[in-house]
């Protein structure tokens, strides 16, 4: 069953030329990412990078989804987030390319110092004497790692942190740490790796333990090599999960389907679905379709041989 949500906009009435203001930042944080997948590529072709992996396709709905994305806020995601990145102001063009080109760095690539292919995004948790940052007022990013959904047990974990400091007494005065459980944790995957076990068991897990885990499921239609009716129950993964919808005095998790390519849709239903879940630490999946993979999979140099899927 789709979860339908009645959204309250703000008393303060929202200026025309507020809006459009806010319309054409985002269009330009959408052009400047598709520009840099566009300029990424090309460097990998060209030999100057050994690399590439970008988010052409998924700007719309990252910029969307970074507008519920606050301070406390964890991402455990994956390697195509780098939209998100930039709107959420937690990089740079400039420190993108920094991490393609693997600068040592940490002044310029700031994520892992050139340790980690791009588009695998972190933020600090400790300081230089090992104690931790102030996490509760800071936007924070679960350090990306390669294997698909392996993002997803993570994710649970960082989920049940902000539970744990809900209901648990003796974590009330770690106020450096968390605003009272307030904390979402996003997590982001895309529709083929959702056919991984641990997909599976997180879900699974979120569902019986009602944590704050907001997944969402960049759906191109297609996997690596086959459509979405081959390696998807029902074609589907929103349909896959039908039995997990919860309803009333059910634990499970409440599940969203929008469209990738309609803005408004998405700011209104991911602003919603995000404060629900702030509120009743209810998990949910945001199915995210119709968005595009223009150019590709993944591509590779080695030496004079460059591979693209």
């Not at 590439?52 to 396709?57: A, V, Y």
Request: overall charge negative.
């Amino acid at each position: 069953m789709e979860e339908t949500l009645t959204f309250t906009y703000s008393n303060e009435e929202l200026s025309y030329d507020a809006f459009k203001h806010q319309v054409l930042t985002d269009y330009r944080i959408a052009q400047v990412s598709r520009e840099t997948s566009l300029l990424g590529r090309r460097e990998v072709l060209t030999g100057k990078a050994k690399f590439g992996i970008f988010g052409d396709g998924k700007e719309l709905a990252q910029i969307a989804m970074a507008k519920s994305f606050g301070a406390g806020d964890f991402r455990s995601g994956y390697y195509r987030d780098q939209t998100f990145m930039f709107a959420s102001g937690l990089a740079s063009v400039e420190q993108f390319f920094a991490q393609m080109y693997a600068d040592p760095d940490v002044n310029n690539e700031p994520f892992s110092a050139g340790r980690q292919m791009v588009a695998h995004f972190s933020t600090r948790n400790v300081d230089d004497n090992g104690s931790f940052l102030d996490l509760a007022n800071r936007k924070n990013i679960s350090a990306d790692i390669s294997p698909t959904a392996g993002q997803m047990p993570r994710a649970v974990g960082l989920a049940l942190a902000s539970k744990s400091f809900r209901h648990i007494q003796q974590l009330w005065n770690k106020t450096d740490l968390s605003h009272n459980g307030n904390e979402v944790c996003f997590c982001t995957i895309g529709d083929a790796s959702t056919s991984e076990g641990h997909f599976w068991e997180s879900v699974n897990a979120a569902g019986v333990m009602q944590i704050p885990l907001a997944i969402f499921v960049w759906d191109d239609g297609y996997g690596i090599s086959v459509p979405n009716k081959y390696q998807t129950t029902k074609g589907s993964i929103s349909h896959a999960l039908s039995g997990f919808q919860k309803e009333k005095d059910t634990n499970g998790l409440h599940i969203y389907k929008v469209k990738g390519w309609d803005y408004a849709e998405m700011c209104e239903v991911f602003e919603a679905g995000i404060q629900k879940m702030r509120e009743t630490h209810a998990p949910a999946i945001f199915h995210v379709q119709e968005i595009t993979q223009p150019q590709g999979h993944i591509l590779i140099a080695i030496k004079n041989l460059k591979i693209g899927f």
